[in-house]
Structure formats: C-alpha cells, structure tokens
C-alpha cells in the first residue's frame, strides 16, 4: 500500500519554458503533500508543502511565483516550475503520508529529473 | 527551524563489519525520526524509523536509537553487505503548520566492499 506515483521520471525543457510535475496518491488519500529537490551528491531539500483545496506553503529562499503548486484534489498535487532556467535543474522529488496518520512515515515518488538547456 | 546534522559523510567498510551513523537534531519538540535509503537516481526507501517515546527498535540486522536528552540518534547496520551499499538519510519531523514534514541530513554514502 501507499504508494505515490510521480510523473514524469524525466524532462528536458529549454531555457524559458515552463514545466510541470504530476504527483499522485495511487492507494490513499493526502490533504497534505511535500515536494523536495535534491541536488547531485547532496540532500533532500524541503521546497513547498502543498495542502488540497488551500494555498502552499513554501520554505524560506523558494519563489512561489517560480514554482507554482496546485493540489486540487486528495490525491493530487502539481508542480509548476516556470520560466524555467539552467540552474532549476535538479531532481524533484514529490511524497505524501496517509491522511490522519500524523507523524508517520513519508511515501515518495519516483522523482522527475528536471534538465534545462 | 529544525536542524539535522549527519556524520559522516562517507563511510567505508568490509563485508560482514558493522557501520554506524550519527544525526543529531536541534528541534526538542521533533518526535520522529526516520532513516531513508538512496539509491542513485532512485527514490529514498524507509528502512526503520523511531518515536520519541522509544529509546531503540531493531528490524533484523537494521537498529536504531535515540537519546532524547542529548538530541542524537544512530543508525546500525550489522554484518553488512554489498547491496548495502547506497546512501542514507536521517530526518526528524517538523511540526509545520500543514502538516509533519521532513527535514533530511546531509546523508552518508556507505561503500561496502567484498
């Protein structure tokens, strides 16, 4: 059970474009979901929290208006990275936890490698 | 915000040795604390995790402990094997408003050799 399917595993954009990033609850429901962008050879960087039917929460030194999160649905969130420019290249790795579970374990998605020429 | 710092960051070690890694948090109020395995270019995988209410758990040659008081937990990993190889994260909760995030260490890639 819980799994969180993420989509797409890769995209290459040019400089300039917008790019988004599909991650989805398969098995569960999640009022709650955490993007994370990891950089080679290092951690998981906590970006925005995405919360269904209300507006994200981003961490400090995240645009908003760069990386535009929508979470319309329980098991459903998008990110938007706009306008997109070579040093938005990274992996992007979305995850959720069961709704009412509380502080319990975080299922990840299978990450987007995002490159942008 | 919540602090983790994770040593070291590199660690080597025979087949069949144990190895040992080391976080410790800022945040008193966190209250779980998971370890993560990651494979390259792959998504992290929980491979234990503890609460706060718990000094020690043990899954099979995987163990970790927690020392509230002093604000650190470990990972052991016994008789190691080469698919043991990857690398590790600590995390500790955040009490976000929307919800229990994760803030991650920095991780330890774990090289072990036959």
């Known amino acids: 059970g819980a799994v969180v399917s993420q989509h797409p595993s890769r995209v290459i954009c040019k400089s300039g474009t917008s790019v988004k990033i599909e991650c989805r609850s398969l098995?569960?429901?999640?009022?709650?979901m955490f993007w994370y962008r990891q950089f080679p050879k290092q951690s998981l960087m906590l970006m925005a929290t995405?919360?269904?039917?209300?507006?994200?929460?981003?961490e400090q030194g995240v645009e908003k208006d760069k990386f535009l999160i929508n979470h319309a649905s329980l098991t459903l969130s998008t990110l938007t990275v706009t306008s997109a420019h070579p040093e938005d290249s990274s992996f992007y790795i979305c995850?959720?936890?069961?709704?009412?579970?509380?502080?319990?374990?975080?299922?990840f998605g299978n990450g987007t490698r995002l490159t942008v020429t | 915000g919540e602090n983790v710092e994770q040593h070291p960051s590199t660690l080597s070690v025979q087949e069949g040795d144990s190895a040992v890694i080391k976080c410790t948090y800022s945040?008193?109020?966190?209250?779980?604390f998971p370890w993560y395995k990651q494979e390259l270019g792959k998504r992290p995988q929980l491979i234990i995790d503890?609460?706060?209410?718990?000094g020690e758990k043990k899954d099979q040659r995987i163990a970790v402990t927690l020392n509230k008081t002093a604000k650190h937990f470990s990972l052991h990993i016994t008789e190691t094997q080469p698919e043991d190889s990857a690398v590790y994260f600590c995390?500790?909760?955040?009490?976000?408003?929307?919800?229990?995030?994760?803030?991650f260490g920095k991780g330890t890639s774990l090289l072990v050799t036959p």
């Open positions: 995850s959720a936890r069961v709704t009412g579970l509380g502080n319990s374990p975080l299922h």
């Open positions: 098995d569960f429901q999640a009022t709650t």
């Open positions: 995405s919360n269904e039917g209300s507006k994200a929460t981003y």
């Open positions: 945040d008193s109020a966190s209250n779980y």
């Open positions: 503890i609460r706060s209410n718990v």
């Open positions: 995390a500790a909760s955040i009490n976000s408003n929307s919800g229990y995030a994760l803030n």
